[in-house]
């Protein structure tokens, strides 16, 4: 007995050229969403949202995150300009940790902490500078060793079927 396979939508209308385009309107639309979400939740932060606020737009930004690098770790990808190597993860650690020392300090500052100590609260900005670009350089030079291994196999799969 055959199956019937029901469409609920129309078949793609587009040709290549229109394909290309709309997949790099679609790639910019996510980014904006991504950069767009993640600034919502800066200015949650310091603003003093709700606990509940900011874990749920915690959560939306964790889960678009990880969706995304599962999938491009799935297909051997890493990045559009940057080599999965140490010299790109460190290169990507050192902005993240510049990027929490900026904002643990505004976020001291604006709360009034430290206010009788500003060396200490520079310092306690650096500690978590410090450990954000070790986390990071970790997280990153995992997922690169696993990209890696991913690629070197979907390359030995082309090649297998090339041969055939």
């Known amino acids: 007995m055959k ?3 029901i469409r609920l939508l129309p078949p793609i209308a587009l040709d290549e050229r229109q394909r290309q385009q709309m997949y790099q309107i679609e790639h910019r639309g996510f980014w904006f969403a991504y ?3 993640l600034a919502l939740l800066l200015l949650e932060i310091l603003t003093n949202a709700s606990g509940i606020l900011i874990g749920c737009t915690m959560i939306l930004l964790l889960a678009l995150s990880i969706y995304t690098e599962c999938c491009c770790i799935r297909r051997g990808l890493w990045d559009w300009r940057l ?5 790109s993860n460190a290169l990507m650690s050192m ?4 990027c929490i020392f900026v904002f643990t300090l505004l976020v001291y500052t604006k709360n009034g902490y430290f206010v009788n100590s500003p060396a200490l609260m520079y310092l306690c900005a650096l500690i978590a500078a410090f450990f954000t670009f070790i986390l990071t350089f970790a997280l990153l030079s ?6 890696n291994k991913r690629n070197a196999r979907l390359d ?3 090649e297998e079927d090339e041969e055939e």
């Open 3 to 5: 199956r019937k396979n």
């Open 35 to 37: 950069f767009g979400i």
């Open 83 to 87: 080599k999965p190597n140490p010299k």
């Open 95 to 98: 902005i993240g940790a510049v």
């Open 142 to 147: 995992v997922t690169a060793h696993i990209c």
């Open 156 to 158: 030995e799969a082309c």
